[in-house]
């Protein structure tokens, strides 16, 4: 898998989304949450592919495997895709408890 | 006052003491042998990784030994591309201690460092007391996770977190591990000079038993550097990513079709 550019993202927009952990994978070179969104606001269900870091960069600011699991309920606020399609970078995260992932 | 002078004498003494020297590995080492990583098993005895149908035999479970046979298959066909055609990715644990070019061995007091030309790569294994990386933490790398510790002047080091099948390659007849693989490797220099490793892979979804492999390398005499290795530079083997084989180009950039390439 080739490495890219942040093209693909709106960096300028942010939206939150809601739903439930499908998967959280820690792989090089980029980590990626799947998160089901329910479907809402004229929208259908979505599986989203959110993007985090490399497990090198985001272990070292408190990110585990196990920060998301499946069936986690969290609130995860991203740069959308610039071409629509579900998912983005990842900015930020809650957890079901309105706590900021990953905790401290 | 000459009592004091004793005491501080004597305590200089104590911290330099043997526990603390670490062996002279100095130079730059080259592998002995070719890059069939188990040659003791290698079938033809002379075959050479990349040669259409050599092999090795590798103590596989049934499921790893099919896996096996489809690549030796694809090396025969150019579809195997592994980390040393594509350019730029590690070759990984164990590979790593069996690429041509020159070797370095860097010890120091809490890491030493296998820096290989070829690549280049390196090899970092932590002698701090570390451990490896906790389950929630160890992430899948080509070069994985080593720590180690010092018995005398032999460096023992055990070596997880590895690809498995998405990208560990052994060697270029196709063989593989899985990830669940654990290395053991015990790296001194022998009484003639040349450095030694033995390694050892526990797999238990690729292996029914230990697989242990010897790598000796020989030090290189005279000025020798190491210098840049740029795989991606006037690189006449790269991999057609549509079809995913590995193409041969001419002197004019275009790909020879070996099939029917004629001798001149």
């Known amino acids: ?104 | 006052m000459f009592g004091k002078t004793l005491l501080a004498v004597a305590a200089c003494v104590l911290v330099a003491s043997p526990a603390l020297a670490l062996p002279d590995w100095s130079g730059v080492w080259s592998l002995v042998g070719g890059t069939l990583y188990d040659r003791a098993t290698a079938e033809p005895k002379d075959a050479r990784a990349g040669d259409p149908g050599a092999r090795e035999h590798p103590p596989y479970t049934p499921a790893y030994e099919a896996k096996y046979r489809e690549n030796i298959a694809r090396v025969a066909a150019d579809r195997f591309p592994d980390p040393i055609s594509t350019c730029g990715i590690p070759v990984g644990f164990p590979r790593v201690m069996q690429v041509v070019d020159g070797y370095e061995f860097v010890v120091t007091p809490k890491q030493t460092w296998i820096l290989t030309e070829n690549g280049p790569n390196v090899v970092r294994i932590y002698t701090d007391g570390r451990k490896h990386l906790a389950n929630d933490l160890i992430w899948a790398t080509y070069t994985g996770d080593s720590v180690g510790h010092w018995e005398g002047e032999t460096l023992v080091f055990t070596t997880i977190g590895l690809r498995g099948e998405n990208g560990t390659i052994v060697d270029r007849t196709g063989a593989i591990i899985s990830d669940q693989a654990h290395g053991t490797t015990r790296l001194h220099k022998r009484e003639d000079g040349m450095m030694e490793a033995v390694i050892t892979i526990e797999d238990p979804v690729a292996l029914t038993r230990p697989w242990t492999v010897t790598k000796l390398y020989e030090k290189l005499k005279g000025d020798v550097r190491v210098m840049d290795y740029a795989c991606a530079e006037n690189n006449r083997n790269p991999v057609d990513a549509s079809t995913g084989k590995t193409l041969t180009l001419g002197s004019d950039g275009k790909p020879i079709d070996l099939d029917t390439a004629k001798p001149k």
């Open chain 1, 1 to 104: 898998m080739s490495h890219h550019s942040f093209a693909m993202f709106e960096a300028k927009k942010e939206v939150t989304v809601s739903g439930t952990v499908k998967d959280f994978q820690w792989t090089n070179p980029h980590s990626w949450l799947q998160l089901t969104v329910p479907a809402g606001g004229g929208k259908p269900e979505a599986e989203y592919s959110i993007e985090l870091g490399s497990p090198n960069t985001i272990s070292r600011q408190g990110w585990r495997k196990t920060t998301f699991k499946p069936g986690d309920r969290v609130t995860v606020t991203i740069h959308p895709m610039r071409d629509g399609s579900p998912g983005g970078a990842f900015v930020s995260a809650k957890d079901a408890g309105g706590k900021e992932l990953p905790a401290q």
